[in-house]
Every structure is written in structure tokens, then in C-alpha cells.
């Protein structure tokens, strides 16, 4: 890929491929939110997203930025408990950042995904290291904004911000929760990876399939 032809088709895939990796995992990250939360965070996603996949069916936006605004306002409309706003917002605000664009650069996408962090911390108000999917996110907008700023192909960057942000959710485990429900359980939260860390992750490594197929 070159330096900015990541369009609404290449957006569009990331969705449906999140969509599908939800599907696939939403068993899994519902047993994690058992242990720590209200045991609905994979049935909650996966209502999300086919929720999207439908309204996407019946329309097509006409840029990467529309597009992303249009998944956060179906989630923040379809899913319940923190997930639908925290991700609502995230999938929002990085839409706004990318604005009417019909292509995007690796380096603009940064800068999206920097917005949607800033969303989420202002909703959530949670900073790394409170076990929420800020420790996934975080360091994947680093990562990338990093790759780009040294000139890595879309590929390459978009694969260093996927595995930061899996190794940020794998480092939840040991942390002790400071927000959200998990945090009612004090030291028992120990032990546990972070279910939004988790589906952070996820899609993440669903953007790094796509730019390398």
C-alpha cells in the first residue's frame, strides 16, 4: 500500500472483518468478563457489530470518516452497559479526526485512533494502568503514531500498533481493576486479563488482516 490510499473499501473491510472476529470470539470474551464484570461484553460486541454489518448493507458512506462515524453511532445505539458509549465514542471521534477525506494515510489514521483514545479517557476517565481497554489502546496509538513518524509502510505500522495493543491487554492480567465493575472487586480483580483490553485487541489485529492481505 502506498502512502494514502487507505479508502472507505479498506475501512469498510476492517468492519466486516471485526464484525467476524467478534462473532468468533465473543464466547471468550465473555468468560473473561464473567471473572471481573457482568458477563455480557462478547454478546454485547457481537450485537454491536451485526448491528453495523446490517445498517452497512443498506448504505454505503462515501469516506473512511463517515463510515467510522456511522459504527460508533450504531454501537452507542445497540449496545448496553460501558461498552456501547466507550466504543461508540472511540469508533466517533476517529471518525471526526479523518473528516471528509476519501483517502487516508497511515500517519492520519494515527491521528484518528489518537482521537478515539482521547474520547474514551474523557468518558471513562481511565489511564493506563486501571486495567480498561486504555492499556490495549494506548500503546497501539503510540505504536503506530511511532512506525509512521518513521516513515513504515501502512503494513508494518498498522502490525506494530496490533501488537502493542495485544500486549497491552495480555499485561492487564496481574493489575489490580481502578474503574469500571471490576474495580468493586478490589485484589480478586488480580489474575484476570481485562475483557475490553481484550476485544481491543481484537480489533486491532482484525485492521493488521486486513492491510495484509
Do not use: C
Amino acid at each position: 500500500m502506498g502512502a494514502a490510499d487507505l479508502d472507505t473499501a479498506f475501512f469498510t473491510a476492517w468492519i466486516e472483518e471485526v464484525a467476524r472476529t467478534v462473532g468468533a470470539e465473543k464466547d471468550r470474551l465473555t468468560r473473561l468478563d464473567a471473572a471481573i464484570g457482568d458477563a455480557d461484553h462478547g454478546a454485547n460486541l457481537d450485537r454491536g457489530f451485526s448491528a453495523i454489518t446490517q445498517a452497512l448493507a443498506g448504505t454505503e458512506p462515501e469516506t473512511p470518516g463517515a463510515l467510522l462515524v456511522l459504527v460508533g453511532s450504531t454501537l452507542i445505539r445497540k449496545v448496553g452497559g460501558a461498552a456501547g458509549p466507550l466504543y461508540g465514542t472511540a469508533f466517533r471521534e476517529a471518525g471526526k479526526a479523518l473528516g471528509d477525506a476519501s483517502e487516508v494515510s497511515a500517519a492520519d489514521l494515527a491521528a484518528a485512533l489518537q482521537a478515539a483514545l482521547a474520547g474514551v479517557q474523557r468518558l471513562g476517565s481511565a489511564a493506563e494502568g486501571d486495567k480498561t481497554m486504555v492499556d490495549a489502546l494506548a500503546p497501539a496509538v503510540r505504536a503506530l503514531s511511532r512506525a509512521t513518524q518513521e516513515g513504515k509502510d501502512p503494513e508494518e505500522a498498522i502490525g506494530a500498533a496490533a501488537s502493542a495493543a495485544l500486549a497491552g491487554s495480555e499485561a492487564t492480567v496481574p493489575m489490580q481493576a481502578r474503574k469500571g465493575r471490576a474495580s468493586y472487586l478490589g485484589p480478586r480483580s488480580v489474575g484476570h486479563e481485562d475483557p475490553g483490553a481484550a476485544s481491543t485487541a481484537l480489533i486491532l489485529a482484525a485492521l493488521r488482516t486486513v492491510v495484509t492481505r
